[in-house]
């Protein structure tokens, strides 16, 4: 089974960003689970989103203590506490302008990509979340770029946010493309 967790803040899109790493897993396949828990429902605030994904039903049910890997949209949260039940060989990918040797205080194998400046150059929004999306997808290489922008599609449309499909997918190829594994 793959445990994927996500963190960021109120407003990044991080639970939208769950939920369609969990529809391109199940278009490619997997059984899935997405949810999200939060404190303060406001923008600005602390903010988990969890992906389960596996080829056979998944029983296990709660929160992700023990993530393979970890998705951290806001460089400004505690490492520490965003690494926290990674296993040493789990994967940390941060959105950030900052080289992933800055991150050597934890163990486990760090990517770092500026999402954020993607979508403002893509999209027109410091929105990071299909962004990273992008760069998810090719380090995890479980699930094809194409078949993640499907989901961005499928998932933004019955958002509302129909008109936003080109650019976010835009956003989705930047990120795969940039991404150095």
């Known amino acids: 089974m793959y445990k994927i967790r996500f963190h960021g803040r109120g407003g990044q899109g991080i639970k939208l960003a769950a939920h369609i790493l969990a529809r391109a897993a199940f278009l490619s396949g997997y059984q899935v689970q997405s949810f999200a828990v939060y404190g303060a429902e406001r923008r600005g605030a602390p903010l988990t989103s969890f992906v389960r994904m596996d080829r056979k039903e998944i029983l296990e049910r709660g929160y992700i203590f023990d993530p393979g890997f970890v998705v951290c949209i806001d460089d400004t949260l505690e490492l520490e506490e965003v690494v926290r039940g990674l296993s ?19 163990k486990q194998k760090v990517y770092t990509i500026d999402a954020t400046k993607v979508a403002l150059d893509t999209i027109g ?29 499928k998932e ?5 946010k129909g008109e936003l499909v080109e650019k976010n997918n835009r956003a989705v190829k930047v990120c795969y493309s940039k991404m150095r594994l």
């Open 88 to 106: 040493e060989d789990g994967k940390v990918l941060i959105n950030t302008n900052k080289y992933p040797g800055r991150f050597s205080s934890t």
């Open 125 to 153: 929004l410091p929105i990071p979340n299909t962004a990273i999306l992008g760069a998810f997808a090719k380090i995890f290489g479980k699930i094809p770029p194409e078949t993640l922008e499907k989901a961005v599609k």
């Open 156 to 160: 933004l449309e019955e958002e509302g």
